[in-house]
């Protein structure tokens, strides 16, 4: 078969399936609007959870970075890429999460790839939540390593696997709040069983960091529990870009030593380390921003229980309601759209067949308006 018929015919399954994906050209968006051509939308599809994507503080650290050390970093960190901004960050975010290293990545896709890719050989196996994020899956999956996938949240599947033989390591694998869920991983339990079987926890908390826990330090700090690898993201709750892993100084050295992703690719712009070590400050004394937050998930919770569509067991600033259908996901979306509110229908392959949602997700900026707004369209809807 030919480029272009292999192409052709996938794309038109793709059509044919109801899973057609389009971007869109936005002018801006912050944690409370998008602003596109066609105007302004009040935007619940951001992970921006705190507004610190347009905080100024924030803005003006990457301006003095830019000034200070231009926008680019000019290389990997094995090069010439790596800075005092850079370290800087490494040691502020150490210091703060109680770990003795944290290397920075560019993305978490990118920590995790790198992570996995680097630590796992032809003996080993992962233990995954089923519900993980892509980018573990797949980081997974291209491993050498073997995957198994423990049912989701469900400490006892997980052991039931560890009690099975291994002859090389074994990392268990889980998100600390799962992204399109916004349910809490029972890390206690997790981390308790992966101790006892002598094995490591690797916990991806993308979505808890910088929300949950004393000063916003995340998942893994409100259960009391400290996995040997951490993966934290500031593409959410800071508003950014980037990640970082927090680690043992061995395993940080092994890292910088085997893991690719930091060797072969260009490290992040020191102006936006330096952005982050902002962010890191503001979520430090941003407990207004998370109380804040907190009443809107509140509001939110409460009001919903009336309409006709399941709620996960979320407290967490992500609250999916479960559609099922894929194409009744994208007319309440497209709905909602025409009432000037943004909410983004997520299908399957993203979720689990017969579970396409609507990923509502809720921010310190939104206000008690904008939630009844948003809860009177959707009591209006008729599919
Ligand atoms: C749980 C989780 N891990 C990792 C990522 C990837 O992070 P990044 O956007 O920084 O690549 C995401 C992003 O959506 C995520 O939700």
């Known amino acids: 078969m030919g480029w272009s018929s292999?192409?052709?015919?996938?794309?038109?399954?793709?059509?044919?399936?109801?899973?057609?994906?389009q971007r869109q050209v936005n002018q801006k968006s912050d944690g409370r609007f998008l602003y596109t051509n066609d105007g302004r939308y009040l935007n619940f599809s951001s992970n921006d959870y705190l507004g610190?994507?347009?905080n100024p503080a924030v803005i003006s650290a990457w301006q003095q970075g830019a000034e200070q050390y231009g926008v680019g970093s000019g290389g990997s960190g094995h090069i010439t890429g790596y800075t005092k901004a850079h370290q800087l960050l490494e040691q502020q975010l150490a210091d703060w999460l109680d770990y003795p290293k944290a290397l920075l990545f560019i993305s978490g896709y990118s920590a995790n790839q790198g992570v996995i890719a680097a630590l796992m050989t032809k003996q080993d196996r992962i233990i995954a939540d089923r519900l993980s994020h892509a980018s573990l899956m797949e980081a997974a999956i291209h491993s050498p390593a073997q995957l198994w996938r423990f049912l989701h949240n469900q400490p006892e599947s997980l052991t039931d696997l560890l009690a099975r033989p291994c002859i090389g390591k074994t990392l268990v694998v889980t998100e600390g709040v799962f992204s399109m869920d916004g349910d809490c991983a029972p890390l206690?339990?997790?981390?308790?069983?992966?101790?006892?079987?002598?094995?490591?926890l690797m916990v991806d908390d993308a979505h808890g960091i910088g929300i949950c826990g004393e000063q916003g330090r995340g998942s893994c700090?409100?259960?009391?529990?400290?996995?040997?690898?951490?993966?934290?993201?500031?593409?959410?709750?800071?508003?950014?870009?980037?990640?970082?892993?927090?680690?043992?100084?061995?395993?940080?050295?092994?890292?910088?030593?085997?893991?690719?992703h930091l060797i072969y690719s260009t490290s992040m712009p020191p102006a936006q380390a330096q952005a982050i070590s902002e962010a890191v400050r503001q979520i430090q004394s941003g407990d207004?921003?998370?109380?804040?937050?907190?009443?809107?998930?509140?509001?939110?919770?409460?009001?919903?229980?009336?309409?006709?569509?399941?709620?996960?067991?979320?407290?967490?600033?992500?609250?999916?309601?479960?559609v099922g259908n894929n194409e009744l996901s994208m007319s309440l979306s497209q709905y909602l759209q025409q009432k000037g509110i943004w909410v983004k229908a997520?299908?399957?392959?993203?979720?689990?067949?017969?579970?396409?949602?609507?990923?509502?997700?809720?921010?310190?900026s939104h206000t008690q308006q904008d939630i009844d707004m948003l809860m009177e369209a959707l009591y209006e809807f008729r599919s």
């Open 288 to 322: 207004e921003l998370r109380q804040r937050l907190q009443q809107n998930i509140n509001d939110f919770r409460r009001q919903a229980q009336k309409l006709p569509f399941n709620l996960t067991d979320s407290t967490t600033a992500i609250q999916p309601l479960i």
């Open 6 to 21: 292999y192409l052709s015919r996938q794309l038109s399954e793709r059509r044919d399936t109801s899973l057609w994906r």
């Open 188 to 200: 206690a339990d997790i981390y308790q069983q992966t101790r006892i079987s002598g094995n490591w």
């Open 52 to 54: 610190l994507s347009t």
């Open 221 to 260: 700090w409100q259960q009391k529990v400290k996995p040997e690898i951490l993966i934290v993201t500031f593409g959410k709750a800071f508003g950014l870009s980037g990640a970082a892993v927090l680690c043992d100084e061995q395993t940080a050295e092994y890292l910088i030593q085997y893991s690719r």
């Open 346 to 364: 997520i299908r399957p392959p993203t979720v689990p067949p017969g579970s396409a949602r609507l990923r509502i997700t809720l921010t310190a």
